[in-house]
């Protein structure tokens, strides 16, 4: 989890699991495991495959920093997908949800 923060953060915006313990402004990304897809045989798993959804998180449409991030994800063999892109009209806030596969680094030890 913190090699994907770690990734993340090379949006040089904040990045947060789940949620911000203080207030933060846009724009951030916060991201939550849902589901792990592991590869295995033998009773042994090979490849831990965790499955996040990714939320950016802005105060407008911001084309350029979805490119940046959908590139930063491609560039690094991450497989999205967009799940959806919403507008909450009480906060003035878009937010745009990627679900994405994340193979983790396996400790053999």
């Known amino acids: 989890m913190q090699n994907l923060k770690t990734l993340l953060e090379q949006l040089e915006i904040p990045v947060a699991y789940d949620h911000f313990n203080t ?19 033998d009773n042994k798993v090979y490849e831990i ?13 911001d084309i350029e920093l979805e490119e940046r991030l959908e590139q930063l994800l ?3 063999d991450i497989f999205f997908n967009c799940e ?20 983790e680094e396996k400790n053999n030890g």
């Open 74 to 76: 491609t560039n690094n």
């Open 84 to 103: 959806s892109e919403d507008y909450f009209d009480d906060e003035k806030l878009y937010e745009v949800v990627y679900e994405i596969s994340y193979k």
């Open 23 to 41: 207030v933060t402004n846009p724009p951030y990304i916060t991201f939550k495991r849902f589901s792990q897809s592991n590869f295995g045989a």
């Open 49 to 61: 495959i965790n499955n996040y959804y990714v939320y950016l998180v802005t105060e407008y449409k």
